[in-house]
């Protein structure tokens, strides 16, 4: 089976643009978080959605925004990118909503370079 | 506010050497626990987990981790690591019945053959 896919794998942008960003869960899984990973640090909490409905928000401005599709898929975008934007972008997906007894398994991410 | 440490930036060890992985979380109550392994060009992959009961769990990979309420400790263990071990490991808590982690930055393992 696959496993949680992520598009584009790497992109480029500069300051300014807008970045579009896919996921597609383990199917089955109902249940997508992003998170962010600047280079050396630990991932950073985004969005979760399940069935659809935001569950969480972390502390990002109003610039990123997420949603989840039908078929649980979703999309990450980041507006008005900054130089500070640039990161590892990871996608997890779970069968439950919340962390017990689901595992959260991740993608390889899409790493997002701003110039 | 969580937050998660992890005191050891880099490690090196022998192979077949022990190994033990320190992390200390700050949180209210006893949160749920994890450890996740990162290798290059790769997505996190989890290695254990704790939520409640027995102290001292067993992951993949031959690791281990043990959980201490006084200390607001999770340390990961192994005790003879191989070269494919080598990769960054991150410990993580969530609250309970919630799935947003908080992740600490990171150790990078390096084995030495």
């Known amino acids: 089976d696959a496993g949680v896919t992520q598009s584009p794998t790497h992109l480029i942008k500069t300051r300014g643009q807008q970045v579009t960003l896919r996921c597609s869960p383990i199917?089955?899984?109902?249940?997508v978080s992003w998170y962010q990973q600047v280079l050396g640090q630990g991932p950073q909490f985004i969005f979760q959605y399940y069935e659809k409905e935001e569950r969480g928000r972390g502390n990002f401005p109003d610039r990123f925004s997420a949603r989840q599709f039908p078929n649980y898929s979703s999309e990450l975008n980041v507006n008005a990118l900054l130089l500070g934007d640039s990161a590892l972008y990871l996608c997890?997906?779970?069968?439950?909503?919340?962390?017990?007894?689901?595992?959260?398994?991740f993608g390889e991410g899409s790493r997002l370079t701003v110039l | 506010a969580q937050s998660v440490t992890q005191p050891d930036i880099h490690i090196t060890v022998s192979e077949g050497a022990s190994l033990e992985l320190r992390c200390n979380y700050s949180y209210g109550a006893t949160p749920y626990l994890f450890w996740y392994v990162q290798s290059p060009g790769q997505g996190l992959q989890l290695l254990l987990k704790y939520f409640s009961g027995d102290t001292l769990v067993q992951g993949i990979k031959g690791f281990e981790a043990e959980f201490k309420r006084s200390q607001s400790s999770f340390n990961l263990r192994k005790p003879s690591v191989h070269w494919s071990d080598a990769a960054e490991y991150f410990c993580?808590?969530?609250?309970?019945?919630?799935?947003?982690?908080?992740f600490g930055q990171g150790t990078r393992l390096t084995i030495n053959p």
């Open positions: 199917s089955g899984h109902k249940s």
């Open positions: 997890a997906s779970s069968s439950t909503s919340g962390a017990e007894g689901g595992e959260l398994f």
């Open positions: 993580a808590v969530a609250p309970a019945g919630a799935q947003k982690l908080v």
